[in-house]
């Protein structure tokens, strides 16, 4: 399930971070990951047996009908993606002076 929020120059700069372009696009693609594994990790702890057994026939299904299916299954996917992301980000954030 692809999950994306841009972590661009000016993000960075909202935070005090300087980085340079292959920098930046490394920790972008952390973000992406480490993101879509706790969405994922969030998602499957709400599901039933019965529900995770529908969500693992579709671990081959377009992206299109993954989406429709969690929508349909997950009512609170919006809600724990965007905590998901706020964690995310408040962990940048905060470790911002290591990068």
């Given at each position: 399930m692809p999950?994306?929020?841009?972590?661009n120059k000016?993000f960075f700069?909202s935070?005090g971070v300087?980085?340079d372009?292959e920098m930046?696009?490394?920790?972008?693609?952390?973000?992406?990951?480490t993101?879509?594994?706790?969405?994922?990790?969030?998602?499957?702890?709400t599901?039933?047996?019965?529900?995770?057994?529908?969500l693992?026939?579709?671990?081959?299904?377009p992206?299109e009908?993954?989406?429709t299916?969690l929508v349909?299954?997950?009512p609170?996917l919006?809600?724990?993606?965007?905590?998901?992301?706020?964690i995310?980000l408040?962990?940048i954030?905060?470790n911002?002076d290591k990068l």
């Amino acid at each position: 399930m692809p999950i994306t929020l841009s972590l661009n120059k000016e993000f960075f700069e909202s935070i005090g971070v300087q980085l340079d372009d292959e920098m930046r696009k490394a920790l972008s693609e952390h973000y992406d990951s480490t993101l879509s594994d706790r969405v994922t990790t969030e998602i499957v702890e709400t599901l039933n047996d019965d529900q995770l057994q529908a969500l693992q026939a579709l671990k081959d299904a377009p992206d299109e009908e993954l989406q429709t299916w969690l929508v349909a299954n997950v009512p609170e996917l919006n809600e724990i993606i965007e905590d998901e992301v706020a964690i995310l980000l408040g962990e940048i954030a905060e470790n911002s002076d290591k990068l």
